[in-house]
């Protein structure tokens, strides 16, 4: 069973920084893409960004792009998303997820199958 801890979500002001981690846990078969979703208010889960453990590739979602860094630390099983520039839109429950897709990198939400239990980012303006 795979089990996904996140932390580092908070509040800020718009242009500033937050880094979120999700620490892995469990078969590494079945979390070989490690991505983040974010949800707003009244909004749909939406991909942001993820990476393959196995092929050590990432990719963005076109709003992000830029702005945020996905990578990892082997040594921990933990994954990062470093959000730079953040702006008023970016308010969301971050969720971490995980997938065992191989060869690609999916962004949709019914191709990841473990999810941690989100962590607030408010960013005022």
């Known amino acids: 069973q795979v089990q996904l801890v996140e932390s580092g979500g908070g509040l800020v002001q718009a242009g500033e920084s937050l880094r979120l981690s999700c620490a892995a846990s469990g078969p590494i078969f079945s979390r070989n893409v490690l991505g983040w979703f974010r949800q707003a208010p009244g909004k749909e889960r939406q991909f942001v960004a993820a990476?393959?453990?196995?092929?050590?590739?990432?990719r963005y979602a076109d709003s992000v792009k830029g702005r945020f860094a996905i990578f990892r630390d082997s040594a921990k099983s933990t994954v990062y998303l470093q959000m730079n520039i953040l702006k008023p839109d970016d308010t969301a429950v971050y969720y971490c997820?995980?997938?065992?897709?191989?060869?690609?990198?999916?962004?949709?939400?019914?191709?990841?199958?473990?999810w941690g239990q989100g962590t607030q980012v408010t960013v005022s303006s």
């Open positions: 990476f393959s453990w196995s092929e050590g590739t990432t």
């Open positions: 997820a995980a997938s065992t897709a191989r060869w690609r990198i999916p962004e949709q939400r019914i191709d990841y199958d473990y």
